[in-house]
């Protein structure tokens, strides 16, 4: 199976600042690499697929960028609404789907 | 707008069966174009793929191997909708049961699971 591990586990930034948030594939899964938003009690919700293209409706201060074993997700001018949890996802071994194990962003 | 709502007990005792429904709308069970996942989120295993239906000239599934021989998800062109049964549960199957579409064509984003079900914790206790 593709292990997916997230960096950092949690981290802490003030409203208007800017993230990142690092997942690295072991081993090759050209861009097939999803982002989602959890908050608290709710199912995620899909950001970012195919590493960089922006789902319909999310702001676009979300970002993503990768290829290969290494992504990142980038928030700038963070808004209050945008602390919550992030997963990463590959779908290049379909249909193992695997998830890292989670970036939670907290206000500062 | 797709939308998908589940339906099912919170509570399994243990040895039983576990059982949840996912309701489609604005989509099809039997669309070429989409896969219906369940997957589930534990605090000791994260988010966990458990298991898929699609339809593609005909019905395929396929199961993680965590669960293969616990697990069994079924299509309802009737009802539109799709169904997850999983036997003989433990403690460790407590957790929060989703469902949710992969898109893997037509005007939805692709390879990814764009739409959720609102989730159901499920407890597995006597």
């Known amino acids: 199976d593709i292990q997916m591990t997230q960096s950092p586990s949690s981290l802490s930034a003030s409203v208007g600042g800017r993230v990142t948030i690092t997942c690295r594939a072991s081993q090759s899964i050209n861009t097939y690499l999803n982002w989602y938003q959890q908050k608290p009690g709710k199912a995620p919700k899909l950001l970012i697929y195919s590493a960089s293209s922006l789902q319909s409706g999310v702001p676009s201060r979300f970002s993503g960028s990768g290829s290969g074993t290494d992504f990142t997700l980038t928030i700038s001018s963070l808004q209050p609404e945008d602390f919550a949890t992030y997963f990463c996802?590959?779908?290049?071994?379909?249909?193992?789907?695997?998830f890292g194990q989670g970036t939670k962003l907290e206000i500062q | 707008q797709v939308q998908l709502q589940q339906s099912g007990p919170g509570l399994v005792k243990p040895s039983q069966t576990l059982s949840l429904t996912c309701a489609i709308s604005g989509d099809t069970v039997s669309s070429d174009s989409a896969a219906w996942n369940w997957i589930r989120q534990s605090p000791s295993r994260g988010l966990e793929w458990l298991g898929r239906t699609y339809y593609m000239s005909e019905w395929y599934n396929d199961y993680a191997v965590s669960v293969k021989s616990r697990i069994s998800i079924n299509p309802d062109t009737s009802k539109n909708q799709f169904s997850l049964q999983l036997n003989s549960v433990t403690p460790e199957d407590t957790a929060v049961y989703y469902c949710?579409?992969?898109?893997?064509?037509?005007?939805?984003?692709?390879?990814?699971?764009?739409?959720w079900g609102q989730g159901t914790a499920v407890t597995v206790s006597s």
């Open positions: 996802q590959q779908s290049y071994s379909t249909p193992m789907y695997t």
């Open positions: 949710a579409r992969y898109c893997t064509g037509g005007v939805c984003p692709h390879y990814a699971m764009d739409v």
